[in-house]
Structure formats: structure tokens, C-alpha cells
């Protein structure tokens, strides 16, 4: 097995399911929130793991997707429809279907765009979002 940690995989996003691009997607995300709270300073794990679980529940995900996609091109548009479309099989706690598949739609963009190399789109997109979000999640570019 010779992988590459930091490497992206060599796969064609087209060629797999909205439900695939979100499942990396979530993961993106998640990791670029707890690199942005790490990047403020020491902080308790504790502290830094409640302040991301604000920034990933999908309440907030479907928020940021209505700050991006005024941005989106035709393309990056497409992907949100169909991730929004995706039929997942549930819906967590604290959340409602719409909300739900809107946070996936976000989550199934950011897998897109990881998937297809798109990293410093991912970054744009996500510093436009977050910077706009009550001046507590500013990105510095």
C-alpha cells in the first residue's frame, strides 16, 4: 500500500455518488474548522471541541451554504443541487430535513471540490462564509 496521507486519492469525483462527496466533505470541514480554532492559540479540548461542534452541526452548514451560493459557478451549483437531493436514510437529532439536506449539500460541494483538487476554492469559499459570520470565525488569508 503506497498512499500518501496529504495526497488525494486518484479518483474521478463525476464518477462518484453526492453521498460519497459529502461523507468527505463532512471531513474536510471539520478539519478546516479545528485547524482555524487550534490556529487562534491554547485553548482546553474541551472549549476548542464545543466551539466546533457550533460550527459543524447543520443548522450552521446550511447557513454558510446560503452565504456561498450567490458565489457558486454553474457547475459548483449542480453539485449542491444533487447533494441536496441526496436521500441519506436520516436526519440527526436537532435538526430537519431541509436544514439537513442543505448542510449536505454544503458538505457534498466542499467533497466535490476536495475530490477534484480544488483546495484554494475550498479556502475562498469557506473565508467568505465564515468571515461574514458575526466577525467570531474570521479566517486570515
Request: glycine share 8%; net charge negative; aromatic share 8%.
Amino acid at each position: 500500500m503506497n498512499h500518501n496521507f496529504f495526497h488525494l486519492p486518484d479518483v474521478n469525483p463525476a464518477e462518484l455518488s453526492p453521498a460519497v462527496w459529502a461523507y468527505i466533505g463532512d471531513a474536510v470541514y471539520e478539519l478546516f474548522i479545528r485547524n482555524l480554532l487550534v490556529s487562534r492559540g491554547p485553548a482546553k479540548t474541551g472549549r476548542l471541541h464545543q466551539e466546533a461542534v457550533q460550527k459543524v452541526k447543520a443548522s450552521f452548514q446550511a447557513q454558510l451554504l446560503d452565504k456561498i451560493e450567490p458565489l457558486l459557478d454553474e457547475g459548483e451549483l449542480d453539485i449542491v443541487k444533487r447533494g441536496r437531493n441526496t436521500k441519506t436514510g436520516h436526519v440527526p437529532s436537532g435538526s430537519d430535513v431541509l436544514t439537513y439536506r442543505h448542510s449536505t449539500a454544503f458538505e457534498a460541494l466542499l467533497g466535490f471540490l476536495y475530490l477534484s483538487g480544488k483546495l484554494d476554492r475550498i479556502v475562498a469559499l469557506l473565508e467568505q462564509a465564515l468571515n461574514e459570520d458575526g466577525g467570531d470565525m474570521h479566517v486570515e488569508g
